[in-house]
Nanobody
Framework: QVQLVESGGGSVQAGGSLTLSCVAP????????LAWFRQVPGKEREGVAG???????MYADSVKGRFTISMDNANNTLSLQMNSLKPEDTAMYYC????????????????????????WGQGTQVTVSS
């Protein structure tokens, strides 16, 4: 059983920054896709940013230019640097792990299909006040 563990959430004022981390062992996968999702009560979990083991990175339009996803392979740690935070970024943030979707799959948005993820972390809350 793979356990993903997120950390780094908190409360910040609009315009501020936070960095989320997720310890994500990937030894079950020869090739994989890791992603950050977020969810607010009453809404579906949405993809924020994804990265695969070939270094292909994709972002949701709502966070492009503000968020940066990265992977530290030596420490099995996925990160999400969030800058210029807005109140609408307030959500529970989750990291997820699934098998590789291919370069075309990343470009087509398969990285953001929450139903195809095999493993999830417990989530970390991000609250942005105006």
């Amino acid at each position: 059983q793979v356990q993903l563990v997120e950390s780094g959430g908190g409360s910040v004022q609009a315009g501020g920054s936070l960095t989320l981390s997720c310890v994500a062992p990937r030894y079950f996968y020869k090739s994989y896709c890791l992603a950050w999702f977020r969810q607010v009560p009453g809404k579906e979990r949405e993809g924020v940013a994804g990265i695969d083991n070939y270094g292909i990175i994709m972002y949701a339009d709502s966070v492009k230019g503000r968020f940066t996803i990265s992977m530290d392979n030596a420490n099995n740690t996925l990160s999400l640097q969030m800058n210029s935070l807005k109140p609408e970024d307030t959500a529970m943030y989750y990291c997820g792990l699934r098998g590789w979707v291919g370069q075309r799959g990343m470009e087509l948005g398969l990285w953001a299909r929450r139903e195809d993820y095999d493993y999830w972390g417990q989530g970390t809350q991000v609250t942005v006040s105006s």
